[in-house]
């Protein structure tokens, strides 16, 4: 048996025995008290089982909570199917991942470098399938707000009456919005709607079921009325917020279509890189000193670390500005250290103007780390590309040392021997004394005693000295292989590599978000055109609605609200002088105008332009969202060109060359 098959038998044992530990942790945890999840059949009993192993286990328990988080908001539904949902999403994504880990084992070749790269891809593809479910059933809750309120313009335009309407509807909702339907209905026939609905805003799916909750909020409280065209304020608004659902699900399915595939394109290079070595190696076995010594490792990984990189943003460019609310738990920590603290403190003072703009950037891409959180990263970031580094390093020394002691495969290839059986006894003996003499000097003397070693075991002189001479090049080429002074250049160019990375993927994220302003400024327009006929509209009320749409302009229009109680107008000012965005600007000024007029004539000419600005925000997500495709297409080959150009063409020319040194050319 070969020592991959072995290994293979081994990491197979290991999973079963691992598989057979989780099952015994499960019965022995059985007694411990938990909230149960109802349910007396064997696959409502192998869902309780999944469901306590999920929520107890730490590497599970923060992704099963994330999930769970997510559904009780988006599906509102009792306890118990939630908690079955959050535990079946789990349970598919971590399949997923474990059916991605046992590829890799079969296919490593008991390399557990290749293994390790592996089980940090199943992770990578274990957070993308839970943001792919979360991603579905967003989309489906959308599309079926669409439907909803198409019903309750029918039966709104039948009843009159708001609550009416969406008693009538909730028949005819699926079962998604069905549950958000019955919320609020539940919330206008409420003694103070008012308080419902602020109590609402912190657990809204979204912003356009949100916006749906204040205008029937609004017309409810106080009442619809006629406009001008003769058309129902209610109906009205709810057809502007249908248009604005429509436009973001073809800007989602745009998306959808035009990234499809490129996460794939991205991942699977990785997956045929010992395919290729396989190949490269069974055609030219001396190619296994480049796969298997320290070039390839060190290929191997930057690959890896190139493609982790690449799939990072691609998932930015497709998913857009995501509001990042994570906990850095570990850099909080840090924080608290008193001399870590005190040394970014002084190192932001040093330069804080440029501090004061990354603070502003972070703000701006929904990164609610900090400045001070920031620095510790990018000091993170530095100091574990120096461990990667080292453990390339110190990776590739040991598979070198472990090649040259017990890889004899292709050794004595050339030598015409009486038979294959000949050649395994040279082979033989060229291991056991390459790993015996590994300390003893290359001397005549010494080479002397080897070959009559080895002669004693039957090998003709004329042989033994080819093994004599393999055994002395293969201890020489052992002790060469050490930790170089120029490795630690290397370190310190990976540290400011490392350190410099999250400066780089903010600037990237920047520049996607950048490309999203004027659609949000668009946006705002469509959120004045629901609110400018409604009675006794101030200027803190529609401040308060475009925070709850906002994410480029989020952090100014927070602190314009907090300063309005001291003046309208320069909180007003103040927002527009931090912003350099014109569109945004030229919004802020037509709100300064509704302190001296109302907001219908502020706003006229949105109303006015409203069909162009509508084609012109339809034209302007084709552009951003091809632009974005273009980019991701781009970078989603480089990994499969890194693949066949480094790891695939480059160990064939360096053999060629070697070849032509050989031979005199």
């Given amino acids: 048996m070969s020592s991959q098959i072995t290994m293979r038998v081994m990491l197979i044992a290991i999973a079963v025995c691992l598989l057979f530990y989780i099952l015994l942790t499960i019965s022995i945890r059985k007694k411990r008290s938990l909230t149960p999840i109802r349910g007396s059949r064997a696959s409502m009993k192998g869902i309780f089982w999944l469901y306590r192993f999920f929520s107890q286990t730490p590497v599970f328990k923060r992704y099963y909570q994330k999930i769970r988080n997510f559904l009780e908001i988006n599906y509102p539904a009792d306890e118990m199917s939630i908690k079955r949902k959050a535990t079946l999403t789990t349970a598919k994504c971590v399949g997923g991942a474990l059916l991605l880990i046992i590829f890799v084992i079969s296919i490593s070749g008991g390399d557990w470098f290749y293994i390790c790269m592996g089980f940090f891809m199943a992770y990578f593809i274990f957070t993308y399938f839970i943001t792919a479910a979360q991603e579905s059933l967003d ?117 959808a279509f035009l990234f499809s595939g490129l996460i794939t394109l991205t991942l699977l290079p990785l997956f045929f890189l010992k395919a290729i070595e396989a190949w490269g190696i069974s055609n030219i076995p001396e190619m296994t000193s480049f796969y298997n010594g320290p070039a390839g490792t060190t290929v191997m990984a930057c690959i890896f670390v190139v493609t982790v990189i690449v799939y990072q943003l691609i998932a930015n460019l497709k998913d857009g500005h995501v509001d990042d609310e994570r906990e850095h738990k570990i850099i909080s920590w840090l924080l608290t250290v008193p001399v870590i603290n005190r040394f970014v403190t002084i190192e932001i003072n040093r330069h804080y103007t440029k501090h004061l703009k990354i603070d502003e950037g972070l703000k701006m891409v929904g990164d609610r780390i900090g400045i001070k959180g920031f620095l510790v990263k990018r000091i993170l970031f530095g100091l574990l590309a120096i461990f990667m580094i080292n453990l390339v390093i110190f990776t590739a020394e040991w598979r070198t040392r472990h090649n040259l002691l017990n890889d004899f495969k292709t050794t004595f290839e050339s030598s015409i021997v009486p038979n294959e059986e000949y050649r395994q006894a040279m082979r033989d003996a060229a291991i056991d004394y390459t790993l015996s003499c590994r300390k003893m000097k290359d001397t005549p003397e010494n080479r002397q005693q080897i070959q009559a070693e080895i002669e004693k075991r039957g090998i003709a002189p004329k042989f033994s000295a080819q093994v004599t001479d393999e055994v002395f090049y293969r201890v020489e080429r052992y002790r060469d292989v050490y930790y170089r002074w120029w490795f630690l250049l290397i370190n310190i160019l990976g540290y400011f590599a490392g350190y410099y990375l999250p400066y780089l993927i903010l600037q990237y994220k920047l520049r996607i978000v950048k490309m999203d302003m004027e659609d949000e400024v668009i946006q705002y327009q469509t959120i004045v055109l629901i609110l400018m006929h409604v009675d006794g509209i101030l200027v803190d009320t529609v401040l308060d609605w475009l925070e709850r749409f906002s994410f480029c302009f989020r952090q100014s229009i927070q602190e314009c609200i907090i300063n309005l109680e001291y003046s309208t107008k320069k909180a007003l000012q103040k927002m527009k002088n931090q912003e350099t965005f ?8 037509n709100l300064l105008m509704v302190e001296e007029e109302d907001i219908l004539t502020a706003f006229a000419e949105i109303e006015t332009d409203r069909e162009y600005y509508k084609e012109k925000r339809k034209t302007d997500n084709e552009i951003i969202s091809t632009q974005k495709a273009e980019v991701g297409k781009i970078v989603a080959f480089i990994p499969l060109i890194l693949t066949l150009v480094v790891y695939m063409i480059v160990p064939f020319a360096l053999y060629s060359m070697e070849m032509m040194k050989s031979i005199g050319m």
């Fill in 582 to 589: 014109p569109p945004f600007r030229r919004f802020v000024d």
């Fill in 139 to 255: 989309n489906k809750l959308l599309n079926q707000l669409g439907d909803f309120i198409t019903n309750i313009r029918h039966h709104y335009s039948v009843l009159g009456n708001v609550e009416d309407a969406i008693y009538d509807t909730l028949d005819e909702t699926p079962y998604e919005m069905g549950l958000h339907a019955s919320k609020i209905y539940r919330m206008l026939g409420a003694t103070n709607v008012d308080h419902e609905v602020d109590k609402y805003k912190d657990i809204a799916p979204n912003k356009f079921v949100l916006t749906m909750v204040a205008i029937c909020a609004t017309i409810k409280e106080y009442g619809d009325k006629t406009l001008d065209d003769g058309q129902s304020l209610f109906l009205t608004n709810i057809n502007y917020l249908k248009e604005e659902i429509n436009v973001e699900l073809i800007k989602r399915r745009r998306n």
